[in-house]
């Protein structure tokens, strides 16, 4: 097609194993530009240190990637009330918008925003913007633990909000075909498009002779901020794990990821539970794990976490929420399932079958290498640039 200028708008630096959305943001800038398109990127920064790597991924002139740093949130009434009005905005600084507003005051193609709440940067511009929804927090579940009066106020506003910029884009990308069959019963007149999460595999070495470790290890690695995978941490420290150990005495479990510890606190007198928050690299945690099990009790989206396993040869069990985006089935990539008693027999299956561990691992990578690799779906996303160039 046809080279479009392009204005993209993302939540993080797209550094391949910054943020779990920067993987995909890497992924698209870079495959946009090879493929000659004139892309202008503003960035939200959360770390003023991850700027300078981004710029050396992506330098200028090559590149156009404008970094802004997330404003410290005000608590005064204005900002309360900038809050109700646009949850979530407060990520766009000043700066970031009135670049914004000089870029659109010249001729371009699309305005492209990742993630909804980018969507109240583009609600006057909305014939030439599309918007990638990666998730929705009324699917997820993120404030039904906590009922307390803040929590209400929050559930509505945010609820309310993802309703208002549903409703307001005629052109919408999602990861998954429930978050888009959701999204039309919100919006039957958007043109909703299923495009996966893109990630550059060639940053996964796929290890498919890994070595026996002397005490068989369960493993999680997430985000435990996010809903979905505390509610994976939850079920699997109080209804999975006692039972796999109960039948693998020498069995391990580790859990790793962001705010782990301070997450899961209340279980960390577990025998033989090992939580690592916070680590630099969770390459080497992938590789120590005989079996990653990761069933959410509700989570929307494809989980990069998840993604990542089948792309270094870790063994998976999970359920359809954990799998949801990916085309994998049960007995053949991983082992799905959604009952308590199904996901413990999956895990204690692969943990005492080290060829069956193998067969799986090797199958699941393949999946990602045709379904998820960036030539594949940076051109899907080119094709819903050209629905609206035209």
């Not at 939200?44 to 990637?65: C, H, N, R, W």
């Not at 919408?172 to 007149?189: D, M, P």
């Not at 391990?252 to 899961?264: E, F, H, P, T, Y």
């Not at 993604?307 to 870790?314: D, I, R, S, V, Y």
Request: glycine share 6%; net charge positive.
């Amino acid at each position: 097609m046809k080279s479009l200028r392009i204005l993209l708008v993302i939540n993080s630096l797209p550094i391949p194993f910054g943020n779990a959305d920067a993987r995909w943001y890497y992924v698209l800038l870079k495959g946009l530009v090879e493929k000659g398109h004139n892309v202008t990127v503003f960035a939200t920064v959360g770390k003023l240190e991850d700027i300078a790597k981004a710029q050396a991924l992506f330098p200028s002139p090559d590149y156009d990637l404008r970094c802004y740093l997330i404003p410290k949130q005000n608590t005064g009434i204005m900002a309360k009330i900038k809050t109700i009005q646009q949850p979530y905005s407060y990520i766009f600084s000043q700066e970031l918008r009135q670049d914004l507003a000089r870029e659109l005051a010249k001729p371009y193609d699309i305005l492209h925003l990742e993630q909804l709440w980018s969507g109240w940067l583009g609600l006057e511009h909305r014939k030439k913007v599309v918007v990638n929804v990666h998730y929705l927090f009324s699917l997820d579940g993120t404030f039904e633990s906590n009922n307390s009066l803040e929590t209400r106020f929050r559930r509505f506003f945010t609820y309310q909000a993802e309703q208002k910029l549903l409703k307001a884009f005629p052109k919408i990308v999602t990861l998954s075909e429930r978050l888009a069959k959701h999204i039309q019963q919100i919006n039957s007149q958007a043109q909703i498009y299923t495009v996966p999460l893109g990630i550059d595999l060639s940053l996964y070495p796929f290890v498919q002779q890994k070595y026996i470790n002397q005490y068989p290890t369960v493993g999680l690695i997430g985000g435990f901020n996010w809903t979905p995978s505390y509610s994976a941490a939850e079920r699997l420290l109080t209804k999975l794990w006692p039972e796999i150990k109960r039948r693998v005495p020498n069995a391990k479990l580790q859990i790793v990821g962001r705010s782990a510890k301070d997450a899961l606190a209340a279980f960390r007198d577990i025998k033989d539970l090992e939580i690592h928050q916070d680590v630099p690299d969770t390459l080497p945690y992938f590789t120590n794990t005989d079996v990653m099990l990761y069933a959410p009790i509700a989570g929307s989206g494809i989980k990069v976490k998840l993604m990542e396993a089948f792309a270094l040869g870790t063994p998976v069990v999970t359920n359809s929420d954990g799998v949801e985006g990916i085309p994998a089935y049960d007995g053949v990539h991983a082992g799905i399932c959604e009952d308590d008693e199904g996901l413990i027999e999956r895990t204690l299956e692969l943990l005492n079958n080290r060829f069956l561990q193998q067969e799986r691992t090797v199958k699941a990578r393949q999946l990602l290498e045709s379904y998820c690799n960036p030539q594949v779906t940076v051109s899907q996303i080119e094709q819903v640039y050209q629905s609206i160039a035209k």
